[in-house]
């Protein structure tokens, strides 16, 4: 059963915890992280991309010269996606680019992503994620502490109006609570920082639905 070290915000070893085999040992798929990070951008494509059709450009509807007998080709309106400043034939149109994918997937995904994370010591516990106050000083005085120099998501368990506000204005910091966490975001960052009370939340959420209890 894999054990983490429990540390405090001050960098000190208070204890240690045993994450569950089910979540933090799964055999690493890349196949299955794949399929989740390509569900979440899709998702977020915003899919505005419009081109106007031959109906919806400026133009008359007449026909510009009669069918025969002026040696020119056929032609029936100056909208013909042949003509410049035409309409476009097949052009990109208003879409959701979002799709359904299984919830035993995602959850899967989750858990490779969870594992790799651990496998490469990028996963950090501390005992609480409590600050004094919003500023984001003191939580970057934190993280140079526990020795976070690049990219890192922050997982809570609830709501924290002081950890969202001091946050936010770190580049390459990103807080979620548990039930946001997403296989995207863990791969996106290089390290992930949970409190024990996310973690222990987050691992009994996931686990497979035969194991538990």
Known sequence: MPVVEVKNLENEKVGTLELREEVFGVKVNQALLWEAVKHYL???RRGTHKTKTRAEVKGSGRKPWRQKGTGRARVGSVRS???????TAHGPQPRDYSYPLPRKVLLGALRVALTAKLQADKLLVVDKLELENHKTRNLRQALDRLGVDKTLLIVERAEN????????????????PTRSVHPYDLLAHD???????????????????????
């Open 81 to 87: 996606p042949l003509w410049r400043h035409g309409g």
């Open 191 to 213: 390290r992930v920082l949970f409190s024990q009370a996310a973690i222990e939340k987050l691992q009994k959420a996931i686990l497979p639905r035969e194991k538990r209890a």
């Open 161 to 176: 109006r002081n950890l969202e506000l001091a946050s936010r204005n770190l580049a390459g910091v990103k807080c979620v």
């Open 42 to 44: 899709a998702a977020r």
